[in-house]
């Protein structure tokens, strides 16, 4: 078997990503680890700069964080119990039935689904939980919302990939390969000043194709119009997105 290509969108801006990217709940990693029933090892898929990792590894005796981008994983959280590995999502190093949770994290929508569902069922053991999430656009003030609607809609739109439709649609409409687990509704908020979230913007895939299509930033002209409606220099708004989060169990006696 091949391995696919590699859909590489932010390597470019890993140093930012590790910056700007909204850090998930607490409750979250809380649910997850209450779904197994062994917290030997879980495995997190595309980890990116490891920081769904580094809150897994808190409530797992080992994480193993895989990533295809070195650039990535030079800015992975380090943690001793986290064994970072740059691979692919689907080719892992992982065993047969090693592992007591998979999850992925903003990423499942770059994957080849079909070869990643196999290799998930491959690692995961009976019993085992594989948990996928994603969030699309945050909320902020009506004022702020409209400006930020504009960028993403008409500014950068196209330069969206194909797969962000699968974000758009919190992964509604995916097949997961064992029965689905109830999930609780989640959400992501932060409190945020005008460079914080001007600096999110930039870690945005589509912000970055159109610098390369454009030959210029777009960043400027858009944190331009946001001052503008900003209450006032350095004030800090709360910005919130909702967490799409979707879970199944593999059948003990699988």
Not at 112 to 118: C, E, V
Not at 226 to 246: D, E, H, I, N
Request: aromatic share 12%; net charge negative.
């Amino acid at each position: 078997m091949s391995t696919p290509a590699f859909k590489d969108h932010f390597s470019q801006q890993a140093g930012a990503y590790a910056q700007f990217r909204p850090h998930y709940p607490a409750v979250l990693y809380d649910w997850l680890a209450g779904q197994v029933s062994d917290t030997a090892l879980a495995w997190d898929v595309a980890t990116g700069n490891g920081q769904a990792a580094a809150a897994l590894a808190e409530r797992f005796a080992q994480v193993i964080a895989s990533e295809p981008s070195a650039e990535q994983l030079a800015k992975a959280l380090y943690r001793p119990n986290i064994d970072y590995r740059q691979e692919a999502a689907e080719h892992a190093s992982l065993a047969d039935a090693s592992a007591d949770l998979i999850t992925v994290a903003q990423a499942l929508h770059w994957f080849d689904l079909p070869a990643f569902m196999q290799e998930a069922a491959r690692v995961l053991k009976p019993g085992g939980v594989l948990a996928v999430w994603c969030y699309e656009v945050f909320s902020c003030t009506p004022a702020v919302d409209a400006i930020v609607g504009k960028y993403y809609h008409d500014t950068i739109g196209p330069y969206w990939p194909p797969e962000r439709r699968w974000i758009e649609q919190g992964y509604a409409g995916l097949a997961l390969p064992y029965p689905r687990l109830a999930t609780p509704a989640l959400e992501m908020s932060l409190e945020w000043d005008l460079a914080a979230l001007v600096g999110y913007l930039g870690t945005w895939s589509a912000t970055q194709r159109y610098k390369e299509d454009r030959g210029h930033d777009p960043l400027p002209a858009v944190a331009e119009q946001l001052a503008a409606v900003w209450p006032a220099a350095g004030a800090a708004l709360r910005v919130s997105w909702p967490l799409k989060l979707q879970a199944c169990r593999k059948p003990a006696a699988d």
